[in-house]
């Protein structure tokens, strides 16, 4: 069981759709941001490192459950954490709390391929960072 | 096995990424534009039809395969097809396929939940909307 | 002259466009973000009280220079500042401030009306808005 | 005076805000897409012509009235056309109209600056850039 990380996040009002929610889209926003986030503050390998290194990660699939509609003003939680290490790819799980009441909103996962920055082809993961994510 | 319809989009410049491919999140915007189109021209029976009759479709869950990059200027065509309908949802899946050399760059599904406008809760869904999306 | 407040924002990986820069449409949402984040927390008369009353604000015309990119990660300071109240309109100036270095990296202002929300039409500002506004 | 072009746009679900119009940052994404889709369809001096030649356009300033609403499904035209060419920038003027009734939703202009690519400095605009832009 890998640690899980938590982000917070404002629901702003550009992020309302007609609905009156925060619309689906930005739900993958969300997740972005806070990985982007926890790459740098929590796992201590930021995002510019992969690339300095010529590597990127590219979102393979992503599957999401929305439970309960984000308002406007909501502030939430973003959990993630590293559900399985493979060769080539990171399952990454989360779920979108409400803060406060730590109601799901939403979670699912998203699997991220590490990728060669030039050619664009995946890449077997290097045993540094394989440690790196295995906290 | 449903019918499978097609709406056509050309990527914009404001949904390229940092890495110079449509933005993840954008993809969901684009299946929600084919269906929305495709209520209308394809079913007959548009969204503002199921907003008078006090309805409105919710995304309960949604899953997303990336297999090729789209790029500013692709023109692409969001196939779209009910793949099973439920008693309160719709499982709509859908193929987003890049004009002329019909590659699949991405494909997935949706699940819809009819909802109670007024109450948010799901409905069972009337005999006349099964019938409208068993073609 | 009035009081100037200030909100601060971080620059979301899915904000930057294809230069590798925050996307100048976002920069709209970012002043959106700071007036109603103000609003409650400065202004202490939140949106919300406005859609009670029967009103909402509409953007009649806004202006943007564009000084300074921004990139993935920045910190900004949107400081913003009632610069005029009319009878029926708001002008709100801006500037989008580097968090460290305070370099202005884009300025301008929106003209917001206060218009009847049943209506759409423009109304005369009140005078308790016109008094909370007048800090 | 120099000629005008149309772009023809549909208003997305996506697009629509918390006042069931379409969201003002959507607007600069719509002039946007209006520019690149001209240069290369009406100017014939597509955007990648630039990126070659080792230039890039960075918007400088900007300008919008916003008229009338745009609503979900609306069609909207695009109208844009260089109202001055300077040293360095080019001020490009736009309207978007409802199609059909050609009623004028919003206008404004833009001052888009000629920039070096490598070094992100303004460049002079060159002699057959200049001809292109003065049909």
């Known amino acids: 069981m890998h640690k899980r990380f938590d982000s917070e996040i ?10 009156r929610h925060a619309h689906q ?10 990985r982007w986030d926890q790459m740098k503050r929590c796992y201590k390998m930021p ?37 399985e290490i493979r ?10 709390l409400k803060k406060g009441t730590e109601e799901v909103a939403s979670e699912g996962y998203f699997v991220y391929v590490l990728i060669n920055a030039r050619t664009g082809k995946p890449e077997n993961i290097p045993e540094d960072i394989i440690e790196v994510y295995s906290v």
């Open 10 to 19: 404002i629901v702003r009002p550009s992020e309302i759709d007609i609905n």
């Open 25 to 34: 889209s930005v739900y993958l926003d969300y997740v972005l941001f806070a």
């Open 47 to 83: 995002m510019e490192e992969f690339f300095k290194r010529g590597y990127s990660w590219a979102t393979k699939s992503t599957y999401f459950e929305f439970n309960k509609p984000l308002y406007l003003g909501d502030t939430i939680i973003v959990r993630a954490w590293v559900e």
């Open 87 to 96: 060769q080539k790819s990171v399952k990454v799980c989360f779920q979108i």
